[in-house]
Structures are given as C-alpha cells and as structure tokens.
C-alpha cells in the first residue's frame, strides 16, 4: 500500500519555510543552467539560420575563417567560370569579398567591441536571404553602409543617417537590414572595392561566394575547386563554415556554463539532503506510525524520495520564472575565428526548460535517497521513542 502524494505536498507546506530556502537554492543552480543554455541555444539558432545549402565558400589554403583569409582577384577570375555556378543576366552568380573588423563602443561595452565589417557587390546581396527594415541598399563606388538589425539595436550610435569614421575617412549608414535572426544581423555591408580601397587591399581580398545551379552542383564544386593547382584554395558549404563558427563561439560558453552549474549543483544536493535529513529526524513519530498503520519500508522510502522530487520541482519551477524575462534578450558573444563579436537573441524555449526540470529532479534525487533510505530503515519501536 503506497503512502499518498497528499501526505507528501501537506508536509512541504507545513514546513513552508524550509522548503522555500531548499527551492531558492536549487532554483538558483536551474536558473543559471537555463541561461546558459538559453544563450548556447540563441547562439545556435543565429548560425544554424545563416548560409544558403546551395551557396559555397571559397578561401585560400588552410584558411578557415574569412578575417585571416587572401584570395585575389586573378584567383577569382578562374573561380567564378567553373561549371555548376548558376548565372543571373548572363553573368554568374559569384561574390568577390573582403571581410575586416572595426570598433563600435556599445551600452555594456563603452570601450568598444569589434564587428564586422563586410565589403561586397551588389550580386553578392542577390546571394543572400534578407529584407531592408530601413532605407536602401547601399550605393557602389560611395561611403555607404547598411547595417544589420541586432547591430542597430546594440549600439547606440548605429541610427539611420549617422556617420561612422572608419577606414580613410566617414561612411554613411543609409539601410538597416533584417536577416531573420542569422549572424548577417551583426554585420555591416559596403561596397567591396571601396571598402578594399579604405583598408589598402585593392588586389588582395578575403573569399568568394558561388551559389550553385543545384545540391548535385554544391556537392561538387569543393572537390573540383581544391583540386585546380592553379587555385590553391580550400571550400565549404556556407552551411558547414557556419556550423564550425557554432562549435568555436558556443562551446567556450556552455563548457564554462556548465562548469559552474556542475559546482552549484553539488552545492543544492547538499541542501536538499540536509533539508531531508532534518525532515526525516523530526518525523521520526510519524514513521513509526505509519509502519504501525501497514506501511511498508518500500512505501516510506518511495515517499520520502517522491517528498524530495517534489521539492526540487518547485525550485526547477521558480527557476523557470525567473529566468523566462531573458527571452529573446538582445546579447553578443566573441567569435575567436573572426575576433568579432556575434549578436543573438537569447532562446529559452519548451526544450531548454524541460531540461532545467529534468536537471532539478536529478538534483532531488541525488539529494533525497539517501535521507528516504534512512527513514525506510528506522525501527517502529526505536522511531516511537524519538523526540
């Protein structure tokens, strides 16, 4: 005969002010979990929604990351001719781009932190999935730029019109662009050449962007490219580069992150176990009843153990409320590939959640078997006796 859940929820409150103290602090350790995960997650979500499947990169040798690659102009010329590049107007669909960095001071960082700064034409813009929140396009051959939408809403002097000093001389914010919560919302766009010229690269740049006829075409185009001695260069998917900048920006986070949840949670365990000891202690009479009544040691343990679950569920509940205002909250991150930083929305959805509750039973369990083994395991006689 099992002991009923009522016995077990009527305890928690009767002792409402213990429980709450053990929640807190097993709340805390869940709400720091649900944060970082909630960042790895947005951060994910950010490069998994950048890159087009059928758009390949090219760079030179080696090279994997856009900032510390050199691919020139000859280099481009034999590049955007090779089969399977699909063309538009006659002329293939194929990007030359130079890829620099520069400082913007932000609200959290008035010192400055470094963005992105891509120099492209206007048929690499044909390549890519985006909508112009503000303005328009930047012009070719002139100092403007557009800027993307987490950058605009960062950093307080990045607003239509205004001017920003980088380069040889002042460049014009003339377009805000939305491109669906990828990495491009970081970024700020100018004309290619313009931009080499301003950071004296007028024949070296960084990489090209081919955007294939087909998946078939994708697939082939890396083979064929590195293969060309002429070329030296290594390719990728646009897709696969993305995803190897996750695994650099992400992991420092989520390992670090977890690292302190880890120590926390050893911390929480403890409390629930204390708070489950002194419990059992004060139960003692109760215990001893309860085998008197017919309750087994089975069903005592059970109950003290569901006891202990229970109250590590409210703390994984509080925990869930605290940290659910941090959604969607606007942050960045460094990327030690492209020394830049990275704007993402923090993501705490259904499934960072139901790990942060599942994180907090695993934490009543740890810290409520032993304290139910020693209350299954009291003698009637000898529990009747304690005070």
């Not at 790895?40 to 090279?63: C, I, W, Y």
């Not at 609200?107 to 120099?119: D, I, Y």
Request: glycine share 10%; aromatic share 6%; hydrophobic share 45%.
């Amino acid at each position: 005969m099992a002991i009923p859940i009522s016995y077990n929820i009527r305890n928690l409150i009767v002792r409402k002010t213990t429980t709450l103290m053990t929640g807190a602090g097993i709340a805390m350790t869940i709400a720091v979990l649900l944060a970082v995960l909630g960042l790895v997650s947005g951060l994910q979500a950010a490069f998994e929604t950048s890159g087009d499947p059928l758009n390949v990169l090219v760079m030179r040798k080696g090279g994997n990351a856009e900032l510390t690659s050199l691919l020139t102009q000859e280099q481009f010329q034999i590049v955007k001719n090779f089969p399977g590049i699909a063309s538009k107007d006659g002329q293939p669909l194929a990007s030359l781009e130079v890829v620099s960095v520069i400082n913007l001071p932000s609200v959290e960082n008035p010192q400055g932190s470094n963005v992105t700064l891509r120099g492209l034409s206007h048929r690499g813009l044909a390549m890519r999935k985006f909508n112009i929140l503000s303005g328009r396009p930047f012009q070719e051959g002139q100092r403007e730029i557009m800027v993307g939408k987490s950058i605009a809403k960062r950093y307080p002097n990045v607003k239509m019109g205004k001017q920003l000093r980088f380069g040889k001389g002042l460049w014009t914010i003339v377009g805000v662009m939305d491109a669906h919560g990828s990495s491009t919302d970081s970024e700020i766009w100018a004309d290619g050449p313009q931009v080499a010229a301003d950071f004296n690269r007028p024949d070296t740049y960084s990489s090209a962007l081919l955007h294939a006829t087909d998946e078939v075409s994708a697939a082939a185009l890396p083979k064929a490219l590195e293969s060309d001695r002429r070329l030296n260069v290594t390719v990728m998917s646009e897709k696969d580069y993305y995803s190897a900048q996750t695994a650099v920006s992400a992991a420092p986070v989520k390992y670090l992150g977890l690292f302190v949840c880890l120590v926390m949670a050893v911390g929480s365990c403890f409390a629930a176990m204390n708070t489950m000891y002194a419990s059992v202690a004060r139960r003692a009479k109760e215990v001893g009843t309860l085998r008197i009544l017919g309750f087994t040691q089975g069903s005592i343990l059970l109950s003290f153990f569901l006891e202990s679950l229970l109250l590590s569920l409210l703390g994984g509940l509080i925990a869930c409320v605290v940290v659910l205002p941090l959604n969607s909250i606007t942050t960045g991150v460094g990327n030690f590939s492209t020394f830049s930083e990275t704007s993402f929305n923090i993501h705490i959805g259904p499934e960072v959640m139901l790990t942060g509750l599942f994180f907090s039973l695993v934490l009543g369990a740890v810290g409520g078997l032993l304290p139910a083994m020693q209350a299954a395991r009291k003698e009637i006689l000898t529990a009747l006796r304690e005070v």
